[in-house]
């Protein structure tokens, strides 16, 4: 299986910030990477999508990076409602695996 | 709009049995796969099951095979997760997801619902 590490686990910013989540994968997945966002009794809300495609709806702020192993997920100029937890996923082969999160929290 | 309603979770004792069911609705579900995922109280995301557009595809996350079992009635627009054996660490809200993508799973997930509570405790 595919095992999917973040790095930083938590990350205390305030509103205006630029923040880089990274997610390193076991093995090479090209592009197969998501990433959510969640909020606190929430399901996940999918965020970006083949590494770099952001979901329809999602604002400009937020844009993803990476190909192989090694992505990156960032928020330029981080608002009030970004403050949340963040998971990267791969999707090259089942099982599906997760990332362990990412929390972003209030500086 | 996309529908998924999970239910069948609740407190169950260690050993025994607990059958999910997700609902669907507002989409052609006969030409998406379902996942399912969970997510421990305080933990993070946790992938468990898959099944296949057409039901003849499944595949598990290794903490359930053998444990867990997955179909679904595409009559009846329901896929069914059959969780046995079930233990502490099984404690979770297990999400019902769809698929994006038409037949094959792609992993892309933005219709997801809104979950079910599942509690193994004696």
């Known amino acids: 299986d595919i095992q999917m590490t973040q790095s930083p686990s938590s990350v205390s910013a305030s509103v205006g910030d630029r923040v880089t989540i990274t997610c390193r994968a076991s093995?090479?997945?090209?592009?197969?990477v998501a990433w959510y966002q969640q909020k606190p009794g929430r399901a996940p809300n999918l965020l970006i999508y083949?590494?770099?495609t952001l979901q329809s709806g999602v604002p400009s702020r937020f844009s993803g990076s990476g190909s192989g192993t090694d992505f990156t997920l960032t928020i330029t100029s981080l608002q009030p409602e970004d403050f949340a937890t963040y998971y990267c996923?791969?999707?090259?082969?089942?099982?599906?695996?997760f990332g362990p999160g990412t929390k972003v929290d209030f500086k | 709009q996309v529908q998924l309603v999970e239910s069948g979770g609740g407190v169950v004792q260690p050993g025994r049995s607990l059958r999910l069911s997700c609902a669907a609705s507002?989409?052609?579900?006969?030409?998406?796969?379902i996942h399912w995922v969970r997510q421990a109280p305080g933990k993070g995301l946790e992938w468990v099951a898959f099944?296949?557009?057409?039901?003849?595809?499944?595949n598990f996350a290794n903490s359930v095979k053998g444990r867990f079992t997955i179909s679904r009635d595409n009559s009846k627009n329901t896929v069914y997760l059959q969780m046995k054996s079930l233990r502490g660490e099984d404690t979770a809200v297990y999400y019902c997801?769809?698929?994006?993508?038409?037949?094959?799973?792609?992993?892309?997930?933005?219709?997801w619902g809104q979950g079910t509570r599942v509690t193994v405790s004696s």
């Open positions: 997801v769809k698929d994006q993508a038409v037949g094959e799973p792609a992993g892309i997930y933005v219709d």
């Open positions: 507002g989409f052609t579900f006969s030409a998406y796969a």
């Open positions: 099944i296949s557009y057409d039901g003849y595809d499944k």
């Open positions: 093995q090479g997945i090209t592009t197969w």
């Open positions: 083949g590494a770099s």
């Open positions: 996923q791969q999707a090259k082969s089942l099982p599906f695996t």
